[in-house]
């Protein structure tokens, strides 16, 4: 049997390289210019399309899916290719997966600055693109699988497993967290509402971390190190136990994100338990990594690439230690809508994900260009910037974390909140946000001083577009030399697909559908209603402007939160959401009992200029709202979206809508009057009143709360 001949396929691992760092720089950038906003609101140049609220989700998506994922097709399309001994099945479809990503990456930053956005964390495109997602990523997937079916060699080895695990499970979170009834071209409801909407959010919000941001990136671990460092990795059956639990206990976790809330206690309980268990895989995989370099830390001491790699699997096991810890329902009572929970994502994000990315990148284009890095000193430079800018970014967000949640529970000794302005912490912890965007200008211009490495590296080198190579053809499949029945599954890339995808759906199925099926665990409320066309309207702007970035809408039951902000929140409360609100961080007080506390001039002066009635404020300038006509061309279909999705809107009632809409828009508009304030009832400004003025009415509030 001869050797064939064939061509690896670099020209699309070169793209999704540049891509990765062209949209790391934006991504990166972005999330500065929101960090700064934190501590100097001006810095959205007084411009509604840049403010904090609507560009904090386009810093998220950038660097989730557009800086981590293409780092993760570079990583794929290059090992995938040279552990199958094939070139990527198609081509064409590697260039559609290309394009077609960086298009739905585009309208990202066109759409979420306009405030098109469903408001899900980590999901916020509305449905056009999600479905230009689904169709990009069955193409993806189309490609991957036709590889490996005309690979040569019969062994699929452990990064496959979990690119495998990640396209499958990546999939059935999509779908599900995407079911939404459209409005518009650009306008969705969520089917889900309330508690079963938040359920379904934190399931996917949880595992994007784990399958998008986790599991592709061990892959590529499990490839990239020994080949770095040029030993096998550690322990092949650790890699086993490693990839089953992992997958298995991850997708149950998403519940402890709604510790305290009003999801069943049940479910808080499994997400508890079995984030505590993730402990185990997690660690498990650090610990597969790291010994794989012993006896080999000279190397690392002389290899910028391997301290890259060194320092990435450190953060990923102290983030997946941090993560259990809390799920505890004593820290996350403390850290839950802190900038703790920054600090540990943060920790992940640019120690995990940006370093293991760096690694690669070093590592790959100098290979793939035939030559070698332009400047290790400056790798070297990029490395020590790096982990000097990860330092100054977590540590004064745990600080802030901590001060934030400590100050917000504290009480004197006469059993009064000493803290009772929400205000006073935020005041407090502006000099760490200062300090975070200092790290972040560092991590930012290693990132840069990489683009730069990089870009020379490239242009000494020449690339090798179709790397010739040669592998014998693949061996017919022999069940009689085959031992162990994992050595068979590796060798069955469909049955490996339906393993995992059966493994990933237990915990699924068991954590969502009773909360979906039964009713009755959702009880309803009586007094609750619908909201009237004019609350409905201002609750989309609302949306629009990202304030449940900075806002929660839950008061979990504890004395602190119910002294400062009312009666804690009930399931029955959100039924007619779609989507909840709940948010999750509080960079600004819990708005759920905001109705009626304060007069309708007060809002419209807190919108005009927040400082005018909270001094020193963060808060951006949210003028416009003024001067803005609202559409109320859209109220007739949103009333039958919302009956399609069982809020209650009486038959035909669709037909009078405007006409309450303005009845009760004239309404605010004449109390506004009486205090000097001349507005037209057709304002967003009103809508916008009228929807806080309805929250947490329809149950009596404590009327002793205070902000």
């Given at each position: ?338 900038d703790w929970i920054v600090a540990h994502v943060h920790v992940g994000a640019l120690g995990w994900n940006g370093f293991l990315t760096f690694a690669i990148l070093y590592w790959l284009i100098p290979r793939i260009y035939k ?337």
């Open positions: 049997m001869q050797p064939e001949k064939f061509y690896y396929d670099n020209k699309i691992v070169r793209n999704f390289g540049i891509a990765t760092i062209v949209w790391g720089i934006i991504g990166m950038t972005v999330g500065l210019i929101a960090a700064i906003q934190l501590f100097k609101p001006g810095m959205n140049m007084g411009n509604q399309y840049t403010t904090f609220g609507r560009i904090r989700p386009l810093h998220t998506n950038a660097v989730i899916f557009a800086f981590v994922g293409n780092a993760i097709f570079m990583g794929v399309y290059y090992s995938l290719q040279r552990l199958l001994k094939a070139r990527m099945f198609n081509t064409f479809l590697s260039n559609l997966h290309f394009w077609g990503w960086q298009l739905i990456i585009v309208s990202a930053v066109i759409t979420l600055p306009l405030g098109l956005t469903t408001s899900h964390e980590y999901a916020e495109l509305e449905w056009p693109i999600d479905i230009a997602i689904t169709i990009i990523w069955v193409v993806f997937g189309v490609n991957m699988f036709g590889t490996i079916f005309k690979r040569r060699e019969r062994h699929l080895y452990v990064a496959i497993w979990f690119y495998i695990a990640t396209f499958v499970t990546i999939a059935v979170l999509h779908i599900v967290n995407s079911f939404e009834l459209p409005v518009s071209a650009f306008k969705s409801y969520m089917v889900y509402a309330g508690v079963q909407d938040a359920l379904v959010q934190w399931w996917y919000g949880h595992n994007a971390v784990a399958f998008f941001l986790t599991t592709p990136y061990l892959g590529m671990m499990y490839y990239f190190l020994p080949k770095m460092a040029n030993r096998p990795i550690y322990s092949y059956k650790l890699s086993i136990l490693h990839f089953w639990a992992l997958i298995f206990i991850y997708i149950w976790a998403g519940p402890h994100h709604l510790l305290y809330t009003t999801l069943p206690g049940w479910a808080q309980s499994l997400g508890i338990v079995f984030s505590i268990m993730l402990i185990a895989p997690s660690w498990g995989g650090m610990i597969n990594g790291l010994l794989t370099l012993r006896g080999a830390w000279d190397k690392v001491r002389d290899d910028v690439v391997l301290k890259f790699m060194v320092v990435g699997l450190t953060a990923y096991g102290m983030a997946t230690f941090e993560g259990p810890m809390l799920s505890l329902k004593q820290i996350n009572g403390l850290a839950h809508f802190t030559t070698e890095l332009y400047s290790k000193k400056l790798a070297s430079f990029h490395f020590w910037i790096g982990t000097l800018g990860i330092l100054f970014y977590a540590i004064p967000m745990y600080w802030a974390g901590f001060t934030q949640g400590l100050m917000l529970k504290e009480f004197t000794a006469e059993g009064m909140l000493k803290y009772p302005n929400f205000l006073e912490t935020t005041l407090r912890i502006i000099p760490m946000h200062v300090m975070r965007s200092i790290g972040g200008t560092f991590y930012l211009l290693g990132v840069i001083v990489m683009a730069y490495n990089i870009a020379r590296t490239m242009k000494q080198g020449k690339l090798v577009a179709d790397e010739a190579t040669e592998a014998m053809p693949l061996e017919p499949l022999n069940e009689l030399t085959e031992s162990g029945w994992h050595r068979k599954l590796e060798r069955r890339p469909i049955q490996l697909m339906v393993g995992a995808l059966i493994v990933i759906l237990i915990g699924t199925v068991i954590e969502l559908m009773p909360t979906m099926t039964i009713s009755s665990n959702v009880p309803t409320i009586a007094s609750v209603k619908p909201y009237t066309p004019l609350e409905l309207q201002g609750r989309d702007i609302y949306i629009r402007e990202g304030c449940s970035n900075c806002h929660s809408q839950t008061v979990r039951p504890f004395r602190s939160e119910t002294e400062r902000y009312g009666e804690y929140s009930k399931a029955g409360e959100f039924v007619y959401d779609h989507p909840f609100l709940w948010g999750s961080k509080r960079t600004g007080p819990d708005l759920a009992r905001e109705g009626q506390k304060y007069g309708n001039a007060w809002h419209y002066n807190h919108m005009m200029d927040p400082r005018l009635m909270s001094p020193g404020s963060i808060m951006p300038n949210y003028d416009w709202l003024l001067t803005q006509k609202l559409d109320t061309t859209t109220t007739r279909t949103k009333i039958n979206a919302m009956r399609t999705l069982g809020v209650p809107y009486a038959t035909g009632y669709e037909n009078k809508a405007n006409y309450e809409l303005n009845k009760q828009a004239e309404e605010i508009a004449q109390s506004l009057s009486k205090d000097k304030i001349k507005v037209k009832s057709d304002k967003e400004i009103i809508a916008v009143i009228a929807y806080l003025q309805r929250l947490g009415t329809d149950i009596k509030a404590n009327k002793t709360a205070n902000k």
